[in-house]
């Protein structure tokens, strides 16, 4: 199988909306038999529109409760043949944090938690990547949230790539999963009632530039 198929990352990403022509799917793979075509190395820039985080976490320890970040930017530097040189880079607008409640999001921007007016984006910035498995690797990179930066690993799967039938550009996918701690960023409000742990799944879809410059 070529490298580059499970390795691709970094940061994340099912295709949620559009199914692309001839698609390369990781779950079209049968080990031992059928090999990966190779996917296209180069830089690519994320597509605002289908890259999502979604984070979990527990409430009064008798739920899990979510929200949704969007307006992700960001690039991938892609190397096919050194899957393991690629980096990516991406930036999170915190304010653009929504939940089913508008008084919890309002909440969850304030002073107390995620403060946004102090610390607009969150930011993460590979620093290795290493495989773990068929379709699967691990991104190692520095998490920068609430003015703190620290070490963060994601599980990424790759979902798949090919040409998007609409504007033709070639697109990668993947989706990543991980989990902080929020008091490590400073963010140690009502620990009582809101769990420490914060479980993060994000969906990242990189298009390839064909300039190859970031929009």
């Not at 009502?190 to 420490?196: C, E, I, N």
């Amino acid at each position: 199988m070529k490298r580059a198929a499970f390795f691709l990352l970094v940061g994340m990403g099912t295709l949620l909306t559009l199914s692309f022509a001839e698609p390369v799917r990781a779950s079209d793979v049968m080990p031992a038999v059928v090999e990966v075509p190779a996917v296209e190395g180069g830089l690519y820039h994320v597509d605002g529109l289908r890259t999502q985080v979604v984070f979990s976490v527990s409430c009064l320890s008798v739920s899990w409760y979510h929200g949704l970040f969007s307006g992700v930017s960001g690039s991938l530097q892609l190397d096919s043949d050194h899957p393991e040189q690629s980096h990516v880079a991406l930036r999170l607008p915190v304010q653009s944090l929504t939940t089913t409640s508008g008084s919890v999001t309002e909440t969850l921007w304030d002073e107390g938690w995620l403060d946004v007016r102090k610390y607009p984006d969150a930011t993460f910035v590979s620093t290795q990547i290493v495989s773990d498995g068929l379709s699967q690797a691990k991104v190692a990179g520095r998490l920068t949230l609430h003015g703190v930066t620290r070490p963060v690993t994601l599980h990424v799967h790759f979902v798949g790539a090919g040409k998007n039938p609409m504007d033709h550009d070639y697109t990668v996918g993947f989706e990543a999963h991980g989990t902080i701690q929020r008091s490590a960023f400073g963010i140690r409000n009502a620990m009582a009632a809101v769990g420490d742990d914060v479980k993060l799944t994000l969906t990242g879809v990189f298009e390839k530039s064909p300039s190859g410059t970031i929009h």
